[in-house]
């Protein structure tokens, strides 16, 4: 299944709806004295929250499983004067990241895996990464959007630069969904190029993530939805997840 080739050098394009400050804001809120802190950005796509992390005074270190991605981020750091290290490994895999006192794991990154074993070896990951005291942020796509607002499709977007079509159909597993989506992108010629990505997407009901995070050792964790510190209701679309070793 292809999944953010050529859709990774127009992500940051179609991404412009995310506050992504917010996100910075939630997590220097709930960090004392940040300057000087590690933080590992784990899924850091193009490299947007990590360089937002790292000009708030974290050191920061980010880890995506996309080669065109990396690149994407790399020459971000280089443009804004950034050291950041970046590491083309798996969240699965999160070996050799030692006494982390943040971690971010943003945008519906997790739904990428497939199931849960996946995901409790990736919370084991982080949890054995974390120093003591160490805290995890995270968010997902909530079952009712996975469920209702995915299969409202197709979806279509067209600006002066690029258009697709967004069609959805219900994965195999509970709350899971396939994303096929066709992009058309002017080149410099004036002309279009088309390409088409494929995604898959999984998600869990609220008390399985917390289950999963208890299972992994992580308490005092605290739930919230769609960029406030409100409780999730059901109609909330992304779930947010803070969770302390």
């Known amino acids: 299944m292809s999944s953010y080739k050529e859709f990774a050098h127009i992500y940051d394009a179609l991404m412009t709806d995310i506050p992504y400050d917010n996100y910075v804001d939630k997590v220097v809120s709930s960090v004392e004295n940040v300057n000087g802190k590690s933080l590992l950005d784990i899924g850091c796509g193009t490299g947007v929250l990590s360089a937002k992390f790292a000009e708030q005074g974290f050191l920061v270190q980010a880890v995506d499983l996309s080669e065109e991605m990396l690149a994407i981020a790399a020459d971000r750091f280089q443009k804004q004067g950034l050291a950041i290290p970046l590491f083309h490994v798996s969240m699965t895999d999160l070996d050799g990241f030692e006494e982390i006192d943040v971690a971010v794991l943003s945008i519906d990154s997790l739904n990428y895996l497939e199931d849960e074993e996946q995901v409790l070896q990736t919370f084991k990951g982080i949890y054995e990464s974390l120093a003591d005291g160490g805290q995890l942020f995270f968010d997902v796509h909530s079952v009712y959007k996975?469920?209702?607002?995915?299969?409202?499709?197709?979806?279509?977007?067209?600006?002066?630069?690029?258009?697709?079509?967004?069609?959805?159909?219900?994965?195999?597993?509970?709350?899971?969904?396939?994303?096929?989506?066709?992009?058309?992108?002017?080149?410099?010629?004036?002309?279009?190029?088309?390409?088409?990505e494929s995604h898959y997407q999984r998600s869990f009901a609220i008390e399985d993530y917390l289950s999963f995070l208890q299972q992994t050792g992580f308490s005092k964790i605290e739930v919230s939805a769609d960029w406030t510190n409100e409780s999730p209701e059901e109609n909330s679309e992304r779930i947010f997840f803070h969770a302390i070793k």
């Open 146 to 196: 996975m469920d209702e607002l995915f299969l409202d499709g197709p979806f279509t977007y067209e600006d002066e630069n690029v258009a697709y079509i967004w069609n959805t159909e219900p994965g195999e597993q509970p709350h899971s969904v396939y994303h096929d989506l066709t992009f058309f992108m002017r080149n410099k010629s004036g002309s279009y190029d088309r390409f088409e």
